[in-house]
């Protein structure tokens, strides 16, 4: 299902915050209120309420008066459930603010995250994103954070679109924020995808095409991770099904865009699917029940890489894994090698 947007008119110096819940009550008062704490004062919170069969719309509704106090909006929408991926694109549609962002039910926002995000895009009129640097936290584990950006590879380069469009540069809700209007002008024509698999393509990459963008080292948002959420399944079926999800909505969103190398873009595309399934197995801890199918799958994307001629070098370490699964003790080597080598070529 897909809609296209209808004319927008924005609130010049809003900034929208399209948040989907599905059964999150027990997230809510530290994400909006994590909201309630920015400095910024024009702030508009897009909430989704994914048909939660928990008390989260009850809770969200206390909040009304909370955000009437600071002077915030808060847009409540109930619906059926669809996915996060379906709800957030009813957010962009409801949001009326000049600045647009997501941020996820369970994730938290440092006190100026909105003020410097919005400040940057102010100061740089040609930027259309404004990307910021994050903690990433497990749920189990909050007190341990570690910085989400470290290449500088991926933290400065101005024209982000390919990066984003291979996944070499994230694309995690809380970390970016674009103008709204570029957003709407993109899809008056044409249809803006509703995915499973995500909803953060749909903003990044239309801002991204053809267009300069803005980063802020500095960790802004709280990326935190639950086991076993849809984002970080556990079984190892769940993962590849994810990584292929997520490469069909890549497909998807390239389709929409009118790019000379297309060819180039889909095949390596593909590539990066295929390498990020092998690094996925290689690091996944399986049960003795697992280790066939572990094996199984191994090859079979390895296979179909090998087939790609231009990722020789690459190869070098998965088929040290491959020649070698009674010996892994020369396969940690060798994968140690290549990520210290590709360590010092982001620097």
Known sequence: MSQIIKEYNFTEGLSSIVMCCYNGERFIHRSVGS?????????????IDDGST????????????????????????????QGQGFAAITGIEMATGEFLSYLDVDDYLMP????????ALMKCRNANVVRTNAYRVLESDSENCRILVRSNKEKYPTDIFEGVLMGEINNYAGTYMVRANVIHEFYTDRAIPRSKYGQNLQLLLPCAYKSASVFIDEPLMKYIIQNDSHSNPKSLSAKIDLIQGYMDLRFE??????????????????????????????????????????????????????????????????????????????????WLLSRIVAKKKNK
């Open 54 to 81: 928990d008390n989260s719309l009850e809770l969200i509704r206390t909040y009304i008066p909370k955000f009437e106090s600071k002077g915030y909006k808060l847009t409540i929408v109930h619906q059926e459930n």
């Open 112 to 119: 100026e995250s909105v003020a410097k995000r919005v400040n």
């Open 253 to 334: 969103m390239l389709n929409l865009f009118d790019c000379q190398d297309k060819k180039r873009l889909i095949k390596n595309i593909g590539i990066s699917c295929k390498k990020n399934v092998l690094n996925m197995i290689l690091s996944y801890h399986e049960n003795d029940d697992e280790k066939a199918e572990k094996i199984s799958l191994f090859n079979r994307y390895y296979e179909k890489l090998r087939l790609e001629k231009s990722v020789n070098i690459e190869l070098r370490y998965y088929n040290a894994y491959l020649n070698n699964l009674s010996s892994r003790n020369l396969y940690r080597i060798v």
């Open 35 to 47: 909201i309630l704490a920015q400095t910024y004062p024009h702030i508009e919170l897009v909430f």
